[in-house]
């Protein structure tokens, strides 16, 4: 703190420019079952970590609380089990 009269001061610190991205609408696990064609079950177990790969989700609180997911977390995890098909199909015709 800086005195200027007798009275303290805060020191001015520059402008930090922080990139905000919007609030994307979470989507339910019926929603990500139907987009994915599988049981909302299967779902949840990728959300929980017990099956692979990982989906991620935002659980909305403690206990059996909804499960809630990012469109673009799904996306991604689209493109994670294309990739790891890929891999598979590549090993396959060794």
Not at 56 to 83: H, N, Q, T, Y
Request: charged share 25%; glycine share 8%.
């Amino acid at each position: 703190m800086q005195h200027v009269n007798g009275i303290e001061q805060a020191k001015i610190l520059p402008a930090v420019i922080v990139e905000v991205k919007p609030i994307q609408q979470l989507i339910k696990a019926a929603d990500v079952a139907r987009k994915l064609g599988v049981s909302i079950s299967w779902v949840v177990q990728h959300a929980s970590g017990k099956r692979k790969p990982y989906l991620p989700a935002v659980k909305m609180g403690p206990g059996r609380s909804p499960l809630r997911f990012d469109p673009s977390d799904v996306e991604k995890f689209i493109d994670e089990c294309r990739r790891i098909a890929g891999q598979r199909a590549g090993f396959a015709g060794r």
